[in-house]
C-alpha cells in the first residue's frame, strides 16, 4: 500500500515523531503526483504500527508537515501518551508548526498509560487553545479506523451523519411522545385512537390518559406533567418558601417582587 514519495525529500528536517518512526522533511500540503483517494503519510511515521491497521483505504509517503492527511483541508497529528510523558513540549511545537493550515486538524491520541489524567489534561488544553479537534483512541487499530473515517467521509456533508426526519403525520407524533419516558409507539397508536390529534393528546385530564389501555398510572403521570409543568421554575418563590418558618406565609412585597422572579430553563 505504501508508495515512493510523492516529492523530493527537500534537506529541513523536522522534530521526532510522537510515536512514529524516523524524521521526515516537509513541504507544502499538497503536491502534483499525490493519490487524491489515499491518506498521505509523513515519513516520521515510518515504523508506527497504526500503518498496518490502515486496510480500507490506500495510503502512501508523502513530505508533509503533518503525520496524516486526509484531504486538502483536513489532517492529524498523532501522538503517544507514553511519548507525551517523556516529550511535553512536543505536541505545541507540532501544533504550531501547522499554524492555520486547514480547516480540520486533528489531535489523534493512542492512550497507552494507565493514569491519563495529568496527561491527557495537558493535551486536551493543547488543543483547545489551538482550535484543535481531539480524538481519543485505546488501540492502534482503533486510531486506523478514525483515520481511515476522516478520509472516507473527506467530501461528505454533515446531512450524512444526521438522523432522518420522517415528514408524515405519525413518525412526527412517535418522535414527540416516545420521549416521554416509557411511552412505546404502541402507546402512541393507542392515545392516536384515542384523542385523534397531538393536540388531544396534550389537553386530555388524567382520568382521560387513564381510559386508555395499556397506560398505566406511571405513564399517565409522566404524559400528563410533560404537558402541564411549565417551562420555567419561579426561584425566588422556592427559596422564600424555604426561608419561612412552618405554617408562615411570606410576606409581599410589591416594590421587590419582580427582583425576585428569577427564572431557569
Not at 45 to 68: E, F, K, S, T
Not at 178 to 185: F, M, N
Request: glycine letters at 8%.
Amino acid at each position: 500500500r505504501s508508495g515512493a514519495p510523492v516529492v523530493a525529500p527537500l534537506l529541513q528536517s523536522v522534530p521526532q515523531h510522537g510515536g512514529g518512526g524516523a524524521a521526515a522533511p516537509s513541504c507544502d500540503p499538497l503536491h502534483a503526483g499525490a493519490n487524491p483517494n489515499a491518506i498521505i503519510v509523513s515519513r516520521r511515521q515510518q515504523g508506527n504500527p497504526l500503518l498496518n491497521h490502515i486496510r480500507n483505504v490506500r495510503w502512501q509517503y508523502g513530505d508533509i508537515l503533518p503525520d496524516y492527511l486526509m484531504g486538502a483541508t483536513t489532517c492529524a497529528i498523532f501522538l503517544s501518551l507514553r511519548f507525551h510523558l517523556l516529550k511535553p513540549e512536543y505536541v505545541h511545537h507540532r501544533i504550531k508548526q501547522l499554524q492555520r493550515a486547514y480547516r480540520l486538524r486533528v489531535v489523534l491520541v493512542h492512550v497507552d498509560i494507565v493514569d491519563t489524567v495529568e496527561a491527557l489534561s495537558q493535551v486536551t488544553r493543547a488543543a483547545l487553545l489551538n482550535d484543535c479537534t481531539l480524538i481519543c483512541a485505546f488501540s492502534v487499530q482503533e486510531c486506523a479506523r478514525y483515520l481511515e473515517t476522516l478520509k472516507a467521509f473527506e467530501s461528505k456533508g454533515a446531512a450524512n451523519i444526521q438522523g432522518r426526519t420522517e415528514e408524515d403525520y405519525l413518525s412526527r407524533l412517535n418522535g414527540a411522545l416516545t420521549a416521554v419516558r416509557g411511552i412505546s409507539r404502541t402507546n402512541v397508536l393507542t392515545l392516536g385512537r384515542e384523542f385523534g390529534t397531538a393536540a388531544g393528546i396534550m389537553q386530555a385530564s388524567m382520568e382521560e390518559l387513564s381510559a386508555c389501555p395499556g397506560i398505566g398510572p406511571t405513564k399517565v403521570r409522566r404524559l400528563y406533567e410533560t404537558f402541564h409543568e411549565p417551562f420555567r421554575r419561579n426561584i425566588g418563590s422556592e427559596v422564600q418558601d424555604a426561608a419561612a418558618p412552618p405554617g408562615a406565609s411570606a410576606p409581599f412585597h410589591p416594590a421587590t417582587a419582580a427582583e425576585n422572579m428569577l427564572f431557569v430553563d
